[in-house]
């Protein structure tokens, strides 16, 4: 098959030649995954397995790259199809298990990712981090009490702990639970910046959204458009637990729109519109 | 990935006991392969081995960039290991800057039938592997030939107790052979041309993608961040420092050409590359079947397929 967009043509002047065309499909297919080309992604991984010798090990490889461009193009069906083949040739590839989480997204059945999620945390207890991530697949399943149970459990040495810290007072208002004492004490422990303490501020009863939109607008570009995608997110979480969805859904959709597509609350903003509608 | 800027570290790690495979008989011109593993390549493009650590079974990912080998901080605790601080006098920092400052005895280690009773290794924190629990590095690797078989996944381990030049078994056929250098950090350095414009490069399967100092790149190739040819490649995210590519039209060593090669162009202040400026990752490394020649110095170099 041919890869007119290919990048890294490899040219060895001085060597034998290539029989093993499924090896160089498979390593196309994973360039073309590098560089976000999910259709030539495809293309070479299919290639790859059809082609009848690529090493068998490499097997589970391929279906795994298949699979993340699959999920980029939203073909959630195929995906699974993908991950279900490679964890049956090899049943522990972490690689495989953590996409069968993102197939369960794909298809919109959080409680499924919670459920495929758990073992990940079982086999790895002391990876505290591991449940912020259960926490927020527990979230978007509406489970708001399972998910303030796993944010509690995080480490507080982790990277960016006062997010798990905000999260876990957002689900503790989503679930009607937030002991404004008991966040006081949280929130005491931490080390805060003048960002994001204003939208604790909000959530303790301490300043009003607002103050937290003002002070989103303080600092450099940058800052500031970080600042207010984090703010349009965490704010519209605070106006649905007082049920005032008009005034969340445009913010959540600023969050959508504007976030980095880097950051959490962009595509946490896309699934509680999704859930809004 | 990780670097040592300081290299009084060797004195720290080097406590540990080596690992240990089979005699070598010197007049022999056979290659003696001391371990040998299946690999695969991680879903972040890294190769990543099977080892065992008191019988436990872990993903390794080999990384000829990093300076000591590491496990992460997760498997560290769950092993009840004791944690040391690394001394002040030295730091340690992977790329971006990340320091690392503890690590631990490893017990019991099994890598491909190549046993150890006690390994010192670097702890690394959570989230920096994927989902590999520790890395192989040159602390390791350099006391053998390291062989890196992308096409039959297989990743070997060979005594350097062999004739010399006497490697490249798989093909008949040519091969090219390349000098290289280590660097302070112990990594392998190699004269690369990028665009007819001659640096040094290291080689680094603990990185998936190929990097290079934009600063550097600058003033080699003589642009600028208003150039129309440099694409952000992160212009959606929320870091400051923007991240480009630029349209190189090839770069190659030793009988050895890549076309159009994709680099990301890295500011100094966000890779902290130190004074690597610039790496070949595996989006280079896994097009070839790669050889190591540590003791000789020399890497033995075919297309991947090659047989």
């Given at each position: 098959m041919k890869y007119p967009m290919l990048i890294a043509a490899f040219v060895a002047t001085a060597t034998g030649h290539a029989s093993a065309a499924a090896y160089d499909d498979l390593s196309h297919g994973l360039d073309a995954n590098q560089r976000g080309d999910s259709d030539a992604a495809v293309a070479a991984f299919t290639a790859a397995l059809t082609a009848g010798d690529l090493n068998p090990g490499m097997i589970p490889n391929a279906h795994v790259g298949r699979a993340i461009a699959y999920l980029r193009q939203k073909k959630c069906a195929e995906a699974q199809a993908d991950v279900d083949d490679a964890t049956k040739l090899k049943p522990n590839y972490a690689d495989a298990n953590s996409l069968r989480v993102a197939v369960d997204l794909c298809f919109n059945q959080p409680e499924k990712a919670v459920a495929d999620f758990s073992p990940l945390i079982e086999a790895s207890p002391s990876k505290t981090w591991l449940y912020n991530e259960r926490g927020r697949l527990r979230w978007r399943a509406g489970d708001y009490a399972g998910a303030s149970d796993d944010f509690g459990k995080v480490d507080h040495k982790t990277f960016n702990y006062q997010y798990t810290v905000l999260w876990l007072e957002l689900v503790r208002l989503r679930a009607g639970t937030l002991d404004i004492t008991q966040a006081k004490r949280d929130v005491s422990d931490l080390n805060l910046s003048d960002w994001p303490e204003p939208l604790f501020n909000v959530y303790l009863g301490e300043g009003s959204p607002e103050d937290a939109i003002a002070a989103a607008g303080r600092g450099d570009e940058r800052t500031v458009r970080n600042q207010q995608c984090e703010a349009n997110f965490y704010l519209a979480e605070w106006m649905l637990v007082r049920r005032d969805v008009a005034t969340a859904k445009p913010m959540l959709e600023q969050a959508r729109d504007k976030c980095p597509k880097d950051f959490l609350e962009q595509s946490a903003a896309e699934v509680e519109l999704g859930r809004l509608k | 990935m990780n670097r040592a800027t300081n290299k009084t570290l060797l004195a720290v790690i080097s406590l540990g006991g080596f690992l240990l495979g089979q005699p070598a008989d010197a007049d022999d011109c056979t290659l003696k392969r001391v371990a040998s593993v299946d690999m695969t390549i991680d879903s972040g493009g890294g190769v990543s081995v099977p080892m065992t650590i008191r019988g436990r079974n872990v993903d390794m990912l080999v990384d000829t960039g990093g300076y000591a080998s590491m496990v992460t901080d997760s498997l560290a605790k769950e092993l009840s290991l004791n944690f040391l601080r690394v001394s002040s006098r030295v730091r340690i920092s992977m790329f971006g800057g990340l320091v690392i400052d503890h690590y631990v005895a490893v017990p019991d280690i099994d890598l491909g039938g190549l046993k150890a009773d006690k390994l010192l290794m670097l702890v690394v924190p959570e989230g920096r592997l994927g989902n590999e629990q520790g890395t192989i590095a040159?602390?390791?690797?350099?006391?053998y030939d390291v062989e890196f078989d992308f096409a039959n996944a297989k990743f070997n381990l060979l005594s350097q107790d062999h004739c010399p030049g006497k490697t490249v078994y798989w093909t008949k056929d040519s091969y090219a052979k390349v000098p290289f250098t280590i660097s302070n950090g112990g990594h392998i350095e190699v004269p690369i041309m990028v665009d007819d414009q001659s640096m040094r490069a290291a080689f680094d399967t603990g990185s998936s993608t190929s990097t290079m100092s934009l600063e550097t790149a600058e003033k080699i190739f003589h642009f600028d961040e208003k150039s129309p040819d440099l694409k952000a490649v992160n212009a959606d995210s929320s870091s400051k420092d923007k991240i480009y590519r630029y349209p190189f039209k090839s770069l190659g060593f030793e009988g050895v050409k890549v076309n159009n090669p994709d680099i990301l162009l890295f500011p100094d202040n966000v890779s902290r590359m130190g004074s690597e400026k610039l790496i070949i990752g595996m989006d280079v490394l896994r097009q070839l079947h790669l050889y190591i020649a540590y003791g000789e110095k020399q890497l033995y170099v075919t297309a991947a397929t090659a047989h």
């Open positions: - | 040159p602390d390791i690797l350099r006391a």
